[in-house]
């Protein structure tokens, strides 16, 4: 349904032109395992509230989601709208692509939340590059001005500031 990565494993930019196996190890240099999480739409938009106010780590990358977030009562408010932009319940259930660092606990990430036992998956047999890579050669060629990639009218995330956002009255 969604991913989210986190600011620190991406370390440079990608280079113009064709990209080699060691150029992008240069740019994710981690040899980080993909994982999955299952959570409620109520518990991802708190994982991503802690993420857009945390001083610490910078803002988290997401995927196949958009985050909207407003003040309200001095307190940063996520809410969760799909690709065709309907909401997402607080009651559904998301299953979230990231890194097993973020899943185990890495950068705070999901310790903002009490995710029960057996709704994480660290085990998948593949690493978070080999990923990138298999995506990116479906693709052929990736293009900055894409907006199946970045889509100004319809960014992934909207915040009422920049990261690290503090409310009014916080």
């Given at each position: 349904?969604?991913?989210?990565?986190?600011?620190?494993?991406?370390?440079?930019?990608?280079?113009?032109?064709?990209?080699?196996?060691?150029?992008?190890?240069?740019?994710?240099?981690?040899?980080?395992?993909l994982a999955?999480?299952?959570?409620?739409?109520?518990?991802?938009?708190?994982?991503?509230?802690g993420a857009?106010?945390?001083?610490?780590?910078?803002?988290?990358?997401?995927?196949?989601?958009?985050?909207?977030?407003?003040?309200?009562?001095?307190?940063?408010?996520?809410?969760?709208?799909?690709?065709?932009?309907?909401?997402?319940?607080?009651?559904?259930?998301?299953?979230?692509?990231?890194?097993?660092?973020?899943?185990?606990?890495?950068?705070?990430?999901?310790?903002?939340?009490?995710?029960?036992?057996?709704?994480?998956?660290?085990?998948?047999?593949?690493?978070?590059?080999?990923?990138?890579?298999?995506?990116?050669?479906?693709?052929?060629?990736?293009?900055?001005?894409?907006?199946?990639?970045?889509?100004?009218?319809?960014?992934?995330?909207?915040?009422?500031?920049?990261?690290?956002?503090?409310?009014?009255?916080?």
């Amino acid at each position: 349904d969604a991913a989210i990565g986190n600011a620190g494993s991406v370390r440079d930019v990608l280079p113009q032109g064709e990209l080699t196996y060691g150029q992008l190890l240069h740019v994710m240099p981690f040899d980080n395992e993909l994982a999955r999480v299952e959570l409620t739409g109520a518990q991802f938009a708190k994982v991503l509230e802690g993420a857009f106010t945390d001083e610490s780590h910078g803002t988290p990358a997401i995927s196949g989601i958009r985050a909207r977030g407003t003040c309200e009562n001095g307190v940063l408010h996520v809410t969760l709208l799909h690709p065709d932009n309907a909401p997402v319940r607080d009651d559904e259930l998301l299953t979230i692509a990231t890194s097993d660092y973020l899943a185990l606990g890495g950068d705070n990430l999901f310790t903002r939340i009490a995710i029960p036992p057996g709704k994480v998956q660290t085990d998948l047999g593949k690493s978070v590059r080999d990923a990138l890579i298999a995506g990116m050669a479906k693709r052929h060629v990736l293009k900055p001005d894409d907006p199946a990639l970045v889509d100004p009218n319809h960014p992934r995330i909207a915040l009422p500031g920049v990261t690290p956002i503090r409310c009014p009255g916080q």
